[in-house]
Each structure stands twice: as C-alpha cells, then as structure tokens.
C-alpha cells in the first residue's frame, strides 16, 4: 500500500530489527562474560574486560546493563529460567524412585554442564548481594519440585516434612552436581554414581 500524499510505500515500524539486534548483541554480552567468568572468576571479571572481548566499548555495554552484578544475575535468571522449563517438562513422570533420581540427575547434569562459570556464579549468588536472591529461588524451585512429587512415590508425609526432605535432596544433590562437573570423566562418572546412590537411599528411608 502506498502513501495518498507522497506517492511510496511505506517502509514500515523499524522496531523490530532494532529489536532483535539488541536482543542479540545482549546475549551475546552474557554468552562471552560466562566465557571469561569461567576463565577468571568473578572477582577477576570485569566490564571493561567483557566490553573488549565483545568489541564494543564500556558506555555501549552500560546501556545493556548497569554493572557486572546486573550481568550475573542476567546470567544466574536465564539458567533458573533452563532449569524450571526442565522440571515443568511433562517428560518427567515421576514412575518409580529409581527411575525418578535417575532422570533427575541426569537432566540436572545437562544444565549444569551446559551453563558457563557455573561455579563461579554459583558462588557469587551465595556471596554476592544483588544475586542472593537468585540463591533463594534457586533452593525453591528445586526444593518444592521434588516435595511436590514425593506423594507420587509413595512417600505420604506433611507437606512440612516434605519440603524438609526436599531440601535434603537439593543440597547433597546441587553440591555434588557442582564436583561432577568439574572432575574428569572417570571420576565424575564414579561421584555421579554415588550421587544417584545417595538420593535413592534418602528417598527409599522414607518410602512406606
């Protein structure tokens, strides 16, 4: 459709491209800080540092985002975002405690291998202030997955007791997820056993 007055066709809303350029340039911003998250550290990274691998300069990163704890967190949410969609899939059926610590471990073990630094920005939603809530989302989301599956295996208790072994399940689980990832093969092969042996055995002492 053209213009009655000018006579040419309008060029249409420039949002869009706009858009998904911004769309893209952010994530490739969070895609080389995980990069140089997991080569320095969190104490070691900086903006300044991100900007020059990215190529842009300092007051264009600033316009993404405000500071290296607002990259972080970015980086901490988008994982979160990962892991939730993973446990609301309607692939996991719970089916029977072996079967459910299986499936769990090992669709946990593909977030935390495929997350970048994962250990440093672990470490930083502990430590660092504005990321702590990522910390306490984090331990709720898992923790309230796994205690709102536990009547599905056989385990009938109050929903406080529930939560209290679902944390149990969280912790041993997340901090043992955390030393796989970062061990050889062999050896990680060896604690992921242990892992699932762990979850099977806390889950098994409740079951009945």
Known sequence: MTD??????????????IQKRSKA???QILDVAAGLL???????LTTIRIAEEVGISVGTLYHYFPNKEAILYAM?????????NTLASPE???G???SFVNHFVEQMLKLYRQQKGLLHLVQG???????MPLDEQHDDLVINYVANTLPALGID????????????FHEVSHALLLVVVNQSPRRGNSTLAELKLLLRSLLNSHQG
Do not use: V, Y
């Not at 939603?125 to 990321?131: E, T």
């Open 4 to 17: 009655k007055k000018t006579g040419r066709k309008p060029l249409g809303p420039r949002s869009t491209p």
């Open 38 to 44: 997991e080569k320095l550290g969190s104490n070691s």
């Open 92 to 94: 996991r059926q719970p």
């Open 96 to 98: 029977d405690i072996d």
């Open 157 to 168: 208790k109050p929903k406080a007791e529930c939560q209290r072994i679902g944390r149990s």
């Open 25 to 27: 340039r952010r994530e």
């Open 125 to 131: 939603m502990f430590a660092i202030p504005q990321l």
């Open 76 to 84: 901490g949410q988008h994982w979160l975002e990962q892991m939730a």
